[in-house]
Structures are given as structure tokens and as C-alpha cells.
């Protein structure tokens, strides 16, 4: 016996569970990258922010270890900051369009808060 708002639901269930999907392949495939004012240092990290390249120009020799270290954190933590900014773009854009699937279900009369349905 088929059941017409059972089948829409469970097509609807699984659009957002491929959409869930495609978003965590979008985490994983964020990396932000940073170089300083003078590009000595060269820093990329992936999506959760963590370091997966450095590289260091010549310059770098001309620095103490401190005024090194220091350059190598700041410019990390810009590459960060350019991650996370993108992962945050993902995630809006994700929940304004799962806000208006759940509206089109809403409208529809298969949102289980519906009045109509009772």
C-alpha cells in the first residue's frame, strides 16, 4: 500500500542526509594558507586549523629563533582564522538551505509540528 506523504518523507530524509554528507566533504576539504608581510614564512593548515605545510624563505636566517617563532605562530594563526572563515561560509550557506527545505515541508504539510496534519 503506497503512501504518498511516507515516500516524500523519506526522499526528503535522504536529500538532507546527502547534503550532510557533501557538507562534512566540504570540511575536510577546507585549507587556508598565509604568508607574512615579507613572505618569509608560508603557513597552511587544514579546516580544523592545524598546520599541514610550512615553508620558510631565506630570510627566516636573519631572524632570532623568538622573532622567528613569533612570525611562524601569527602567520598559522591568520591561515586559521582564513580556514575557519571559510568553514563558517559553509555552514551559513548549509543551514539557509536546510531552513528553507524545512520550509518547503512545512508548506507542504509533512512537517510533524503541522497542525493541518491532526
Known sequence: MANPQLDELLARAGAAAGRMADLADGYAAITGEASDARKVVTARV???????????????LRLTPAELGELIVSTALVAAQRAYAERARLTDDFNREFAEYLGAGETAGTHPGNEGDR
Open 46 to 60: 587544514d579546516g580544523s586549523g592545524g598546520l599541514i605545510g610550512l615553508s620558510l624563505d631565506r630570510g627566516a
